[in-house]
């Protein structure tokens, strides 16, 4: 091989050298967090549960409604670890499969309200003191002044129980917080000298808001999805609870909850494990949300 060959070829593996030095230096950044890195093994494991849900539940025919009358109401046991129902059904197998709805509501809700919120808080605070910020922002400002549950509550109400309308609810309560995020960050650096400058040389504004203001709202914004992660879930189970959300037979983790409040404290373990998953899987999604705050926080990769 020739010296110029040679050349070519280690210039060629740089890029990756460096990217993969970069992936080692973010990892080493994010896991200076011990609680960030439970977070993320927190998270890692539900969705481990979320996949492999249909073999190792111990009772998979559990999950629609079925009834086994001779199984019912029994304690924590080898053959039922978290005890069955009173219609005889294994707790375990629906908490598992109740993560899945706690998980599809999140992702479904956080993919639809940033959109919403970063696209209209960005405009806004490119458009400062014109009508487009005052209407956009007085309207955010509506929604801001109710508290998000019983926003999203009133809302799921008006439209019906079941899983789709509740995520609708949801995503219509959480759109202004990341309007109001957003706007803050892009009210920031509208005046910046690299937005005039794209401004002097002919940029659009959705060129400018894409190209200058979004890669800047991006770090606060993805922090803050993380977080909302565990407040949607909240969110998801208190809809489930009142009979909003998750319809049965499907084991939402509220609705379980809500059944075994009625068979306290006789049977409590109706009500106690899919509440600790609740607990389990909010506290992940925080502790992952904090730990990506603070990597975001420090110093540029």
């Given amino acids: 091989m020739s010296e110029k060959d040679t050349i070519q070829e280690l210039s060629a593996s740089q890029p990756v050298h460096r990217e993969a030095k970069g992936i080692r230096y973010a990892w080493y950044k994010f896991s200076r967090n011990p609680l960030s890195v439970v977070g993320l093994m927190i998270i890692l494991s539900v969705l481990l549960i979320v996949v492999l849900a249909p073999v190792i539940s111990p009772h998979p025919e559990d999950v629609g409604f079925v009834v086994h009358f001779e199984s019912a109401n029994q304690s924590p046991s080898l053959a039922h670890p978290f005890g069955t129902d009173v219609y005889g059904r294994d707790i375990m197998t629906r908490v598992f499969y109740g993560f899945r709805f706690s998980l599809l509501m999140g992702v479904v809700v956080i993919s639809i309200a940033p959109v919403i919120g970063v696209v209209l808080g960005m405009l806004a605070g490119y458009k400062r003191g014109t009508w487009i910020d005052t209407v956009i ?6 929604f801001l002044a109710l508290p998000p549950l019983l926003l999203a509550l009133s809302v799921s109400a008006a439209l019906g129980p079941g899983l789709m309308k509740g995520m609708v609810a949801v995503s219509f309560s959480l759109w202004p917080w990341y309007a109001r995020l957003t706007y803050g960050v892009a009210t920031s ?6 937005v005039r400058a794209n401004e002097l040389a002919g940029g659009k504004t959705l060129f400018i808001l894409r190209t200058e203001l979004f890669p800047n709202c ?3 914004v993805l922090t803050k999805m993380t977080l909302d992660l565990g407040f949607v879930v909240i969110v998801a189970a208190s809809l489930s609870f009142v009979g909003l959300g998750v319809q049965p037979p499907k084991p939402g983790l509220g609705t379980m909850v809500s059944e075994g409040a009625k068979v306290l404290p006789g049977q409590w373990w109706v009500a106690v494990f899919p509440a600790l998953a609740i607990v389990y899987l909010v506290l992940g999604f925080n502790l992952l949300g904090d730990g990506l705050q603070d990597f975001f926080s420090s110093e540029e990769l």
């Fill in 137 to 142: 922002m007085r309207i955010t400002d509506i």
């Fill in 218 to 220: 991006i770090r606060p």
């Fill in 189 to 194: 650096l509208r005046n910046e000298g690299f």
